[in-house]
């Protein structure tokens, strides 16, 4: 008996012990846990400077106070992507490409709102030759941490991303430059492999950075660019804060501090947006647009992106896919108005090109194939299939909005010509590898990024790249024409005939231009969503 | 003691070179090539093979497992493909997120579930019994995604009470607390009642009514503290489980822990992030595991390890 009494004493204060130990570590875990979360928004490392007011002030108009005061405000931004590397020439993403490189960084050649070229960080360019470029580049730009901008500072950043070893994934925008020349401290030459008229619209994409602070190992978590906003802090995962450069180029910005928050999750985003903790959210769904436009403080736009989905057909093997006749009796099978005004709910619109009419070069003339499941039938019994066929359609679940509604209903559209067409949603890592391989019918469209037809047309619609096995001479014709030509005028005109041959020959059933959901705070002035998801902010303000 | 305890790390080592091995695998058998989400869409096949050699996917599936122990055996458990860091780096920022919110959730359950279990236990089939086993019920039935954006409507969206996402305040570990704490709760609350009811209907138990003692004491120190086994392995198991499951409430809260990092990476099929954060998780849950078994000789004397 007594050697158990002493073990009982032993194990009560044991439990006694433990409980005060596991207390202790508990209130202090909860100490830590609070501790970063005093200061809610940073502090940015510098108060912000305000110029002297004159003594005589003048009658202050809105313009003249906010010059007194300089930048102000804090813009905050919720997407659905995460962040991964901060370097501007690293990633091929929606949120790098659109607006932590825009912020960050800036282009040789740039974008106005109508897709014109305008100066970036070259104030202007002139081919000399059919496969030379001459940039005059700004003089007396400085990046964030005081290097210089020059010449030198372009052919590095150009050889940067094109390295091999340094695996950017934008490295292609760059495959056409054969080398870049200095010609002097402000000129640089440079030759392509062959004439390319893609090269402009490529450097729209391409950030030019820094050489010494890029060859840091911290550059990717601390980056340094031109841009008029430069890094303050990065959180992964949770949020990266920019504050204004005064001395940009082009003017201080207007909002002293931008933060990005990476919100996965839609419902989680479009309350954010609700409850005021973000003014700006992307990827609004569809069904949430009514909740929030009778929020008297919320904008929502819904506007046409540069992407065009629908059902694309691989056009190899001796299957009913491969005849024009199938596909169009397929596009007339399918009431796309019905799709884009019911599961849509009006987000996006029909297509009437093979690509979006967003695009600069969209043809809006093509003549559209109606809604007509008799003529369809007729079309798919004069193609010799007069019961229909089996098949199935890869669809990457997921990456276009309501993608399984619109499958199935495309599906069950077909069923009425007698096609049956299984619908398989695939997860997305494992279906885009997919689209290498031959498939039946894959359901996917193309983001045109840089707003340029060599984009949309030269890899797919190309004997040679061609994922779906497209062949057309008179298209790969006025590809090529197109791509040689440095006229931009004149190479808008070839796409629209481009997209007026591959319309005759149908080989993707075309369902609808992408829309893109925006919410934003009233608070928000002089910004307005674009269709390559680029966010501009140095004209950006916020209120109270 | 000394001995089994350098058995069970010694287990604990095959144990995780045994999951090295089945993570690595698995990852390469899932479809997906992490090469395709890093390039352009302008990419060519030409370029697409560049990345996979730069990334050294090319290399028979041995050689990278090789390279993949070799950088586990030096600590840096290799780079991250996305990311561009090393993994470890990556893993070890992530953890305090995490564990704040593993923490508090495991503090709400036990404060709150161990109590009303017991309550539960001592006055079964009582109506108050009745209505905690029925929330139990809904409570375990409860996905914690949904629950979580059904928070999120009510508390931030329709009150305006608690923050929609993110960890700038200390009210914003409310609503990842509750969705993570509740179905949790539930879970722990039941296991409880059932431990103690076993229990209360031992010998010693009706010995120490006997002796009349008061019931608080009999039912908690000859009731509850004999039930303690079985309530320390599950409520262990249930930490374990809130440090590696909480992937889907840090997404829908954008909570920068490691379950978001891991989920991330497996959607990105980032190998070497996926294979490091399963090995990390793995490694907390057998010490934890471990943790657990030894408190059993502090628990029951009668137990002792040889």
């Known amino acids: 008996m007594s050697p158990k009494k002493t073990s009982l004493i032993s194990r009560r204060d044991f439990l006694k012990g433990a409980a005060g130990v596991a207390g202790l570590a508990a209130s202090g875990t909860i100490l830590q846990a609070c501790a970063p979360l005093a200061s809610p928004t940073p502090v940015p490392p510098q108060a912000p400077t305000v110029p002297p007011i004159p003594t005589k002030v003048p009658v202050p108009t809105v313009a003249a106070t906010a010059v007194l005061t300089g930048p102000a405000g804090t813009l905050r931004i919720a997407m659905r992507e995460t962040l991964l590397s901060l370097d501007p020439q690293k990633e091929y993403q929606i949120v790098s490409l659109g607006f932590t490189n825009r912020c960050f960084a800036d282009p040789l050649v740039n974008y106005d709102d109508k897709y014109n070229f305008v100066p970036g960080l070259a104030l202007s360019w002139t081919a000399i030759d059919d496969l030379t470029w001459e940039f005059k580049l700004r003089e007396g730009v400085k990046f964030h941490n005081g290097e210089k901008f020059n010449a030198e500072a372009v052919k590095y950043s150009f050889e940067r991303m094109k390295d091999p070893n340094y695996k950017a994934g934008g490295a292609s925008l760059l495959a056409d430059v054969d080398s870049v020349k200095v010609k002097d401290e402000y000129t640089v030459l440079v030759r392509t492999k062959e004439p390319s008229g893609a ?9 030019i950075v820094p050489i010494e602070a890029s060859k840091r190992d911290d550059f990717a978590t601390n980056p340094v660019g031109t841009g008029p906003f430069r890094f303050v802090e990065y959180k992964k995962g949770e949020r990266l804060v920019m504050e204004a450069n005064r001395e940009y180029w082009g003017g201080a910005p207007k909002l002293k501090q931008v933060i990005y928050y990476p919100i996965a999750e839609d419902t989680t985003r479009m309350a954010a947006v609700r409850t005021g903790e973000v003014d700006i959210a992307y990827g609004i769904l569809p069904e949430e647009i009514a909740g929030l436009k009778v929020m008297p403080q919320l904008e929502v736009f819904s506007v046409l992106s540069n992407d065009c989905v629908g059902v694309i057909a691989y056009l190899e093997g001796d299957k009913p896919r491969i005849k024009s006749k199938v596909r169009k009796a397929m596009l007339m099978a399918i009431d796309r108005e019905k799709i884009v005004s019911k599961i849509l709910q009006g987000v996006g619109a029909v297509a009437r090109s093979v690509v979006s009419a967003a695009l600069p070069f969209f043809n809006p003339n093509l003549t559209p194939y109606p809604y007509d499941p008799k003529q369809a039938k007729a079309l798919l019994t004069e193609a010799g299939y007069p019961d229909g066929f089996s098949s199935n359609l890869v669809v990457p679940s997921g ?72 062949n057309n001479p008179e298209v790969t014709r006025l590809i090529k024409a197109a791509r040689a030509s440095s006229k931009q005028d004149q190479r808008r005109e070839l796409y629209r005939q481009v997209q007026a041959a591959i319309w005759e020959d149908m080989p993707r059933i075309q369902i609808h231009d992408v829309g893109d959901v925006w919410a934003m705070s009233k608070r928000v002035k002089n910004w307005q969503p674009r269709p390559d998801k680029t966010i501009v902010l140095k004209d950006a303000s916020v209120e109270g | 003691m000394g001995n089994y305890l350098v058995r069970r790390l010694l287990q604990l080592l095959v144990a995780l070179l045994g999951m090295s091995v089945i993570i690595f695998l698995a990852m390469r058998v899932a479809p997906g090539d992490p090469a395709e989400r890093m390039v352009s ?102 996905p914690s995604f949904w629950l ?34 509740l179905p949790r709760l539930a879970r722990v609350m039941r296991f409880v009642r059932s431990a103690v009811l076993e229990v209360m209907h031992e010998d010693y138990v009706r010995t120490a009514r006997a002796k009349g003692l008061p019931e608080r004491s009999v039912v908690y120190r000859h009731g509850f503290r004999n039930a303690l086994i079985p309530i320390v392995t599950d409520t262990g198991l249930q930490f374990a489980w809130l440090l590696g499951g909480s992937m889907i409430v840090e997404v829908v809260f954008a909570w920068p822990g490691i379950g978001a990092l891991t989920l991330n990476a497996i959607y990105s099929r980032d190998y070497p992030l996926v294979e490091g954060c399963v090995i990390f998780l793995g490694l907390i849950f057998l010490l934890i595991n471990l943790i657990i078994d030894l408190s059993y000789a502090v628990l029951d004397p009668r137990i002792r390890y040889q």
């Open chain 1, 199 to 207: 090269l402009l619209p490529n450097l729209t994409l391409v950030s």
């Open chain 2, 148 to 181: 979580a954006i059904m928070l999120i409507l009510a508390f931030s969206v329709g009150l305006g009470l608690f923050p929609a996402f993110g960890r700038r305040s200390p009210s914003a570990f409310v609503l990842p607390v509750i969705s993570l704490a």
């Open chain 1, 399 to 470: 990456f276009y909005p309501k993608d399984a509604e619109i499958t199935q209903a495309v599906a069950a559209y077909l069923k009425q010509i007698g096609i049956n067409l299984e619908v398989r949603l695939v997860e997305q890592s494992s279906a885009w590898p997919l689209r290498r391989v031959p498939y039946e019918f894959f359901y996917s469209g193309g983001a045109v990024m840089n707003m340029d037809g060599d984009m949309a047309f030269s890899r797919d619609y190309m004997p040679e790249t061609s994922r779906e096995k497209y």
């Open chain 2, 41 to 142: 869409p302008l990419a060519t096949q030409q370029e697409l093979q560049q990345m996979r050699e730069a990334l050294g996917l090319n290399k028979p599936i041995y050689e990278q497992y090789v390279i993949f122990l070799y950088d586990v055996l030096h600590g840096s458990l290799g780079k991250s493909l996305f990311y561009n860091a090393p993994v470890v780096t990556l893993v070890l920022e992530s953890l305090p997120a995490t564990f704040q919110l593993a923490l508090l959730s495991m503090m709400v359950v036990i404060v709150v579930g161990v109590p009303l279990g017991v309550y539960s236990a001592t006055h079964s089939d009582s109506w108050p019994d009745v209505i905690a086993r029925a929330i139990t019920y809904i409570g375990q039935a409860m």
